[in-house]
């Protein structure tokens, strides 16, 4: 455990909380990663800086529980950083500080990223009554804890509620005001988009809009077998049927081909037992001299003595 030896430590301690908190947006918005592991014992302080280790469990940003996984992460980092007595700031300021895609996205010499975070701690600290800011915090902190974060449209409960909201001003309250887009596209940058990448004016005439509605057609017409009619099926059965046939045409007979396999067996049978015999007349040839020379295996005679010398 690291402990610094200084008159005021929570000062060093709090350096150290706002770099984690811009190395955790480094890795979110410049890596695409969330470590879903964070905490006091996956850090490494070596000469004055942190290392984060452990980052092989980490997840993609785009992984179904990515948001959920950095809300713990950064639960962990306030309790640890808290317990050193440091003042953190709200959980959901963080979280919201490292999804945003406006603000620095790396840590350079320039001191960009502490900038920012300076600010977020002025912003929190210029409210009037220190005792209700607390308070509220604490409340705020316990409801982000708990809250659902939805990461599709698909997965909004209510959509309809939190499109009026983002259309009366109110969309900063979502919890996932910051994955929204930005900027919607105009009709015109659409257009001038799509003709700068070789495609076809809308404006144009009846040619265009003949190959869309062929287009609509054909994307509307159903697939599958059981869609076809009658006739469609019966050439498709008949085509199937002749190259079938020219298929048994060009097949080998069965009597054929079981003549061909017996007699390659039965040679690879006789030219095994012909090396097999013929080193034994070696072996006993060499052994009993009443046999003279190696016999031909074929040789009646041969086999014939061959039977006798061994019921001898």
């Not at 980490?58 to 962990?76: A, G």
């Not at 007595?85 to 790396?106: A, H, R």
């Not at 977020?120 to 915090?137: G, K, M, P, V, W």
């Amino acid at each position: 455990m690291v402990e610094f030896d200084v008159p005021e430590p929570e000062t060093r301690w709090r350096t150290h909380y706002m770099e984690l908190l811009g190395y955790m947006r480094v890795m979110y918005q410049t890596c695409h990663l969330v470590h879903a592991d964070l905490s006091e014992y996956n850090i490494l302080y070596h000469k004055e800086k942190l290392y984060i280790i452990d980052v092989s469990q980490s997840v993609e940003h785009d992984h179904p529980r990515s948001l959920e996984f950095l809300r713990m992460d950064i639960k962990k980092v306030s309790d640890f950083f808290r317990r050193k007595g440091v003042d953190p700031l709200p959980e959901q300021t963080v979280f919201k500080f490292i999804i945003s895609p406006e603000g620095p996205t790396t840590i350079t010499d320039s001191n960009e990223m502490f900038d920012a975070i300076e600010k977020l701690f002025e912003a929190c600290n210029n409210r009037a009554d220190q005792d209700e800011q607390t308070a509220e915090a604490e409340v705020d902190t316990a409801v982000f804890r708990q809250q659902y974060i939805p990461q599709t449209l698909e997965q909004v409960y209510d959509i309809e509620r939190d499109i009026e909201k983002v259309h009366t001003g109110k969309g900063s309250d979502l919890v996932y005001h910051d994955l929204l887009a930005k900027h919607r596209p105009n009709e015109d940058e659409d257009q001038s988009d799509s003709e700068s990448e070789g495609g076809v004016s809308m404006s144009g005439g009846s040619d265009a809009e003949t190959g869309d509605e062929n287009a609509e057609e054909d994307d509307k017409k159903p697939c599958g077998k059981r869609f076809l009619d009658k006739d469609t099926k019966r050439e498709h059965k008949q085509k199937v049927k002749e190259e079938k046939q020219a298929q048994r045409e060009k097949k080998m007979p069965k009597h054929m081909k079981k003549r061909m396999v017996a007699s390659s067996s039965r040679k690879k049978k006789i030219i095994k037992l012909h090396f097999l015999c013929t080193c034994i007349w070696e072996w006993f040839g060499l052994v009993d001299k009443s046999f003279g020379t190696v016999y031909d295996i074929h040789d009646g005679a041969c086999m014939k003595r061959w039977h006798r010398y061994l019921h001898k």
